[in-house]
T-cell receptor, first 113, second 114 residues
Framework: DSGVTQTPKHLITATGQRVTLRCSPR?????VYWYQQSLDQGLQFLIQ???????AKGNILERFSAQQFPDLHSELNLSSLELGDSALYFC????????????FGPGTRLTVL | GNSVTQMEGPVTLSEEAFLTINCTYT??????LFWYVQYPGEGLQLLLK?????DKGSNKGFEATYRKETTSFHLEKGSVQVSDSAVYFC?????????????FGTGTQLKVEL
């Protein structure tokens, strides 16, 4: 158990819908990262937040957005969903902003029908 | 941009066999390098890391050496066990402004049989 929790574990929805994925980092970790793992694209970095502020951005679509709240939990919002958005979405947390190990949550499996 | 290339899987070995999973990278500067392992139904776990050239990362019998001259970070284990069956990801970390990001290879599935 990494100490990072993600909810829900599974999510099934239809094209065009909007969903929110939630991540709670390990106690004391200030950074949260979001990754997408799909068969087509492999494991891709989406975005990093540190203590509420966006710090690094990867291949995140405009239909996707994220935020980190004052209690340090983070949400990833996916809108206008397409079939190709079906994937495992991982959250990872890290003590600081750069050099420490990232600890991964168990992931949320999103299926878009 | 930065990229990581791993050997295709699946790799199927008998227990106690020697394991090598090849990983090469393309990067500007001198990134830190990592191997992560993903067991079925779980998130990724850090297996080992190396932060500079000629560093050797090791953990649980696995080793990898950061080779700048060949831009490689191959994963090795002398004697695999059934419990090592998992997907292994090679990754590099680049620092971007005030943050950092991991770039992963495609993953190599390892199956170890009795």
């Amino acid at each position: 158990d990494s100490g990072v929790t993600q909810t829900p574990k599974h999510l099934i929805t239809a094209t065009g819908q909007r969903v929110t994925l939630r991540c709670s980092p390990r106690s004391g970790d200030l950074s949260v990262y979001w990754y997408q793992q799909s068969l087509d694209q492999g494991l891709q970095f989406l975005i990093q937040y540190y203590n509420g502020e966006e710090r690094a951005k990867g291949n995140i679509l405009e239909r996707f957005s994220a935020q980190q709240f004052p209690d340090l939990h983070s949400e990833l919002n996916l809108s206008s969903l397409e079939l190709g958005d079906s994937a495992l979405y991982f959250c990872a947390s890290q003590r600081g902003g750069q050099g420490n190990e990232q600890f991964f949550g168990p992931g949320t499996r999103l299926t878009v029908l | 941009g930065n990229s990581v290339t791993q050997m295709e899987g699946p790799v199927t070995l008998s227990e106690e066999a020697f394991l090598t999973i090849n990983c090469t990278y393309t990067a500007t500067g001198y990134p830190s390098l990592f191997w992560y392992v993903q067991y079925p139904g779980e998130g990724l776990q850090l297996l080992l890391k190396a932060t500079k050239a000629d560093d050797k990362g090791s953990n649980k019998g696995f080793e990898a050496t950061y080779r700048k001259e060949t831009t490689s970070f191959h994963l090795e284990k002398g004697s695999v066990q059934v419990s090592d069956s998992a997907v292994y990801f090679c990754a590099l970390r680049e620092v971007t402004g005030g943050g950092n990001k991991l770039t992963f290879g495609t993953g190599t599935q390892l199956k170890v049989e009795l």
